[in-house]
């Protein structure tokens, strides 16, 4: 298997690209797919190698089935946007043709994404025997990996707290833009916040818990618990684990911001009548914010993302950091991109890897905590995602393991 279709060309789909056709030696066909062919043809020009290109309406299921006759990938990466991830698992279904993705499904008329629909593919892609990869981004993704690696190499015997912790102290010199698609981002940190305990999910109001956490090479920075997809599937594959929550970094800036567009009902997802015409706020408010992916021009400072993890070993108590930073300005350098999409697009390219290689196989729906972690891993550090795995000592987290949750 050397043939994927990567459908998206947006700020994370570019990086994937740019990326399989740095390794032909494992992506001998590389196929990308936009709404727009002129998103295509930009990132074509970037690419250190021929790629070809095509033109798909990802929600029209028939088209995209077209699509991937004619292309006949091996593999489809879907960097489209989460609302398109059925009707592409449909087209694959069709198709016969193995599936990934790195964010999971989400109705558009709605702000609220489980993973229940495409768990639901589980007996159709095993009874097809095909493979669907769900969640092959950094987080979810990496962070997935990086808490199956703790369990799969006995760093902790039991894996009881999980703090995920995503920080981007980067700055991109704007007044307000947000890092991956505006309305999927908008719609993530709005909604009520969840976290699991003692095997149920407690809501809480949006941004209402906060705390300080120290990320390496970035130093204390606000957090605030949020909810996010990966707590849904590691609560399900990872052993005797008491509580999982996620912490995510807003400026102040961007808190302000927020509260503004809230409270003048520009995040709403109900259509209103403007000049006759019935508009979405939320989709207005995406065309007046900035594109993601011209942000990584002029964008300093880093990401530091990983996972806390608190349990034992040999009966005694430990807490280990598994993370990576990455520097905006290197990858733009790298891909001309920032290092939230640069984080997105490369964990894909290894899972993609690791599925041709071999090393991720099955029939059927999968989560990436699932399969073999190590050797995901060591590929990811090579293609620029290098991970770290460190203990923490007394008094370090203080502030985040004094929260109660």
Known sequence: MDRVLIIGAGAAGSVVAQKCAMDRDTFKHITLASRRLVSCEKVAALCVTPIEIAQVDADNVEETVALIEKVKPDLVINM????????????????????????????????????HWQWAYQDRFKEAGLTAILGCGFDPGCTNIYCAYAQQEGLLDEIEYIDIVDCNAGDHGKTFATNFNPEINLREVTQDGRYWKNGEWI?????????????????????????????????????????????????????????????????????????????????FLKDLLPVPSTLAEGYTGK???????????????????????????????????????????????????????????????????????????????????????????????????????
């Open 80 to 115: 489209a946007l989460p609302y398109q991830d059925l009707p592409i698992m449909d087209a694959c279904l069709a198709t016969k043709t193995h599936y990934m993705d790195t964010a999971n499904y989400e109705p558009r008329d709605v702000a609220k994404f489980e993973y």
């Open 203 to 283: 809501e809480i109001p949006a941004l209402s818990i906060r705390t300080m956490i120290d990320y390496p090479e970035v130093g204390p920075t606000m957090s605030y618990l949020i909810y996010h997809e990966e707590e849904e599937s590691l609560v399900k594959h990872i052993k005797g684990l008491k509580q999982i929550r996620f912490w995510m970094t807003f400026g102040d800036e961007y808190i302000k911001h927020l509260d503004v567009f809230k409270s003048i009902g520009l995040i709403g997802l109900e259509p209103i009548k403007h000049k006759g015409m019935d508009i979405v706020p939320m989709e």
């Open 303 to 405: 990401t530091s993302i990983g996972v806390i993890l608190r349990g034992t070993k040999d009966g005694q108590p430990v807490t280990k950091m598994i993370y990576n930073v990455c520097d905006h300005a290197e990858t733009n350098k790298e891909v001309s991109a920032q290092a939230v999409s640069y984080t997105t697009g490369v964990p894909p390219v290894s899972g993609a890897a690791m599925f041709f290689k071999g090393e991720w196989s099955g029939a059927g729906v999968y989560n990436v905590e699932q399969f073999p972690a190590k050797p995901f891993l060591e590929d990811v550090a090579k293609r620029g995602l290098p991970w770290h795995v460190v203990d923490v000592p007394a008094g370090k987290q203080d502030d985040l393991f004094a929260v109660e949750t």
